[in-house]
């Protein structure tokens, strides 16, 4: 019913900026908070960022000052522009959206993208 499909992921060295971008599509009726989260290799997934459908943002310690979140409801599209990267920010970025969908207007529910890579690497 509804996709989120994520882009932007690359490999880009100490210091490099990369801006992520999250679509969804499908039966929208409303879409209220958007995230986006990182998983490192052999870690727990970790939530990034969120911003929500008045546009009031929330970051992790690890980022503040550095990436900030932001959307265009418009084009029901979260992005993420990530400054000053280190290498610790190598993860795959998912994003998530709490959507009601056309049919469920009511029953909002979470949706995942499937991941896109960063690396961060000299």
């Known amino acids: 019913q509804v996709q989120l499909v994520e882009s932007g992921g690359d490999s880009v060295q100490p210091g490099g900026s990369l801006r992520l971008s999250c679509a969804a599509s499908g039966s929208i009726f409303s879409i209220y908070n958007m995230d986006w989260y990182r998983q490192a290799p052999g870690k727990q997934r970790e939530l990034v960022a969120t911003?929500?459908?008045?546009?009031?943002?929330n970051y992790a310690d690890s980022v503040k000052g550095r990436f900030a979140i932001s959307r265009d409801n418009a084009k029901n599209t979260v992005y993420l522009q990530m400054n000053s990267l280190k290498p610790e920010d190598t993860a795959v970025y998912f994003c998530?959206?709490?959507?009601?969908?056309?049919?469920?207007?009511?029953?909002?529910?979470?949706?995942w993208g499937q991941g896109t890579q960063v690396t961060v690497s000299s």
């Open positions: 998530n959206a709490n959507v009601a969908t056309r049919a469920s207007r009511w029953s909002p529910r979470d949706y």
């Open positions: 911003i929500t459908s008045g546009g009031s943002t």
